[in-house]
T-cell receptor
Framework: ETGVTQTPRHLVMGMTNKKSLKCEQH?????MYWYKQSAKKPLELMFV???????ENNSVPSRFSPECPNSSHLFLHLHTLQPEDSALYLC?????????????FGSGTRLTVV | AQTVTQSQPEMSVQEAETVTLSCTYD???????LFWYKQPPSRQMILVIR??????QNATENRFSVNFQKAAKSFSLKISDSQLGDTAMYFC?????????????FGGGTRLMVKP
């Protein structure tokens, strides 16, 4: 356990469902991130939150909606997804003013859209 | 924009031998940070080793060491005395300096198989 916890670990959802992914960190970090990891593709940065404020949205479709209620929690709300959205979704956190420490990752949520 | 390239999609090595994974990057910055992450089948991305660009000395962490060539923009990872538990995907990552934003840019990864 690295200090970043993601739930659920696995999720199967239909294209008309609404679900949420949760990420929680107890490291005192002030930045949190969502990444998408698909087979045979590089990790794709989706969203960045610094001090609870969204600072990056890398042209992510609106069917993905992030929420950061405080610096310890990050959600990814999903609705009307497509089969190509099936992937491993990784959450990470970092201390923004200490770049040498890199990111701490969670174990990811394996999402399957049917 | 920074790019990170890992030219070896897959590699294999015999247990107890040494293997080197390649990584090159492109940046116009002078101060930045480089990382190697390991992702075993458990999916957890684990930080293996890190390097600050302004430090000339190559970083080492037990059996893991890097060969950082700043002029060539190269950051290779050497694993000595390979163990079966080293089997994983390895990702090279780049982060700019404090004023460049805090995003990590990852390479495409190298799948390493350690054979008994």
């Amino acid at each position: 356990e690295t200090g970043v916890t993601q739930t659920p670990r696995h999720l199967v959802m239909g294209m008309t469902n609404k679900k949420s992914l949760k990420c929680e960190q107890h490291l005192g970090h002030n930045a949190m991130y969502w990444y998408k990891q698909s087979a045979k593709k590089p990790l794709e940065l989706m969203f960045v939150y610094n001090f609870k404020e969204q600072t990056e949205n890398n042209s992510v479709p609106s069917r993905f909606s992030p929420e950061c209620p405080n610096s310890s929690h990050l959600f990814l709300h999903l609705h009307t997804l497509q089969p190509e959205d099936s992937a491993l979704y990784l959450c990470a956190s970092s201390q923004e003013d200490r770049p040498i420490y890199g990111y701490t990752f969670g174990s990811g949520t394996r999402l399957t859209v049917v | 924009a920074q790019t990170v390239t890992q030219s070896q999609p897959e590699m294999s090595v015999q247990e107890a031998e040494t293997v080197t994974l390649s990584c090159t990057y492109d940046t116009s910055e002078n101060n930045y940070y480089l990382f190697w992450y390991k992702q075993p089948p458990s999916r957890q991305m684990i930080l293996v080793i890190r390097q600050e660009a302004y430090k000339q000395q190559n970083a080492t962490e037990n059996r893991f060491s890097v060969n950082f060539q700043k002029a060539a923009k190269s950051f290779s990872l050497k694993i000595s005395d390979s163990q079966l538990g080293d089997t994983a995907m390895y990702f090279c990552a780049f982060r700019g300096g404090l004023n460049a934003g805090n995003m990590l840019t990852f390479g495409g990864g190298t799948r390493l198989m350690v054979k008994p």
